[in-house]
């Protein structure tokens, strides 16, 4: 069985920083695209930064020069640096990641529970 785990959500005032970890555990082949979405309340779930295995990144407009999204490959992770946080960052932050469990098996996507960020003003 595949998971991911996040850790590193909180409560932050505005300004502050955050770093969310994301561990992807079980037994696994390897690892494609890796990213970070997040949910505000009343609103849909919205891409906010991915990285490829080759460490190519892409943000949302809303976060660029704000987040930086990186991955270490050889521990599975992927995390996301949370600076100038602003109110409007709240939400849940979900970890995503396209995974293939043996060389045998298809690409399939899994998600994360989520961890809650609040930005206080």
């Known amino acids: 069985q595949v998971q991911l785990v996040e850790s590193g959500g909180g409560l932050v005032q505005a300004g502050g920083s955050l770093r969310l970890s994301c561990a992807a555990v079980?037994?696994?082949?390897?690892?494609?695209?890796m990213s970070w979405y997040r949910q505000a309340p009343g609103k849909e779930r919205e891409l906010v930064a991915v990285v490829t295995n080759g460490g190519n990144t892409n943000y949302a407009d809303s976060v660029k020069g704000r987040f930086t999204i990186s991955r270490d490959n050889a521990k599975k992770m992927v995390f996301l640096q949370m600076n100038s946080l602003k109110p409007e960052d709240t939400g849940v932050y979900y970890c995503y990641a396209q995974i293939q469990r043996s060389y045998y098996s298809s690409i399939d996507s899994y998600w994360g529970r989520g961890t809650q960020v609040t930005v206080s003003s």
């Open positions: 079980g037994s696994i082949f390897s690892i494609n695209a």
